[in-house]
């Protein structure tokens, strides 16, 4: 039965968390509190709880591929959200497919650490994204670490900020928001940088707590589902930092698991 309304949708390829603090489980639960629409494809599975990652099982190109055309076929997609991409072969599925389909408000979170400090991607990665994903999407959202492996500087100052999205700009991102929530200061900081336009800062004050697992996507996902819910990149970015904002504080004193537990995703739109 035709319907002239539509969900808000957006997509997350990334890999799955068993323990459902990151990853795709995370994405989902995101997009469903801020009001969208969430599909997934998933490129790899993890055995990993608040502790630590066991296992890490990339998918085959060929069956990501498959996912990405079931749901692009059938249902419009008003933002993407990538996490995990764990090969160069992923990243030129996914590539693909931002072509094909024309794919708009395409939000990058590279990951390549996992909280718990296990490595989830390959170096080999970091020279894909740089070739296949940087022109055809609209963000990147790499936090500090992320940021030093990707422009092969060490960020530890303001400045430090400005140099390494100065490079990653001129490899062809049409935007850089670095995450700032490794570095030691009272409040947690995050600057978006775009071409030819002044850097943007976003701040909240920084909450002592060891529940983060899974906060990076959170943040990159919340971005998404502004986009998809039609805010331009600045105001999306704005909005999503105060969702993270809200829904660490509202997990700051919960328990889950014997290690770094989850933000409260129920929390994220009391802000």
């Keep these: 039965m035709a319907s002239t309304n539509r ?20 994405d989902l639960k995101t997009f469903a509190a801020l009001g969208v629409f969430g599909a997934s494809v ?11 990652v ?3 099982e990339a998918l085959l190109p060929e069956l990501i591929r498959q996912q990405l055309e079931a749901v692009l076929d059938d249902i419009p997609v ?11 072969e992923v990243i030129e ?6 072509d094909r ?40 959202t790499p ?16 400045k430090d900020f400005r140099e390494a999205a100065e490079i990653l700009l001129k490899q062809g991102c049409p935007a850089v928001l670095i995450k700032g929530g490794h570095l030691s200061s009272d409040c947690s900081v995050d600057v978006l940088f775009r071409q030819d336009r002044e850097p943007v800062s976003f701040s909240s004050p920084r909450v002592n707590t060891a529940n983060l697992h899974g906060s990076g996507c959170t943040f990159s996902s919340a971005i998404a589902a ?6 331009e990149l600045e105001a999306a970015v704005r909005a999503a930092k105060a969702c993270i904002a809200a829904a660490i504080e509202a997990g700051s004193k919960m328990r889950l698991g014997k290690g770094y537990g989850p933000v409260n995703h129920a929390k994220m739109a009391a802000r």
Excluded: W
């Design 78 to 88: 008003d933002a993407v959200k990538t996490g995990m991409l764990p090969s160069p």
């Design 226 to 231: 502004q986009l998809a819910l039609g805010q």
């Design 101 to 140: 389909y024309s794919l708009k408000n395409v939000a990058v979170d590279p990951v390549m650490v996992a909280t718990s400090g296990a490595r989830l991607a390959s170096s080999a990665v970091v020279g894909a994204f740089r070739h296949n994903l940087y022109r055809r999407v609209s963000l990147i």
């Design 7 to 26: 969900y808000p949708t957006a997509l997350t390829i990334a890999g799955s968390d068993s323990g459902g603090c990151a990853g795709i489980q995370a």
């Design 54 to 56: 066991r296992a890490v």
């Design 42 to 52: 998933i490129t790899a599975i993890t055995a990993q709880n608040t502790v630590e």
């Design 143 to 158: 936090n500090v670490p992320e940021a030093e492996a990707l422009s092969g500087k060490s960020i530890r100052t303001e």
């Design 93 to 98: 599925v996914v590539a693909d497919a931002i």
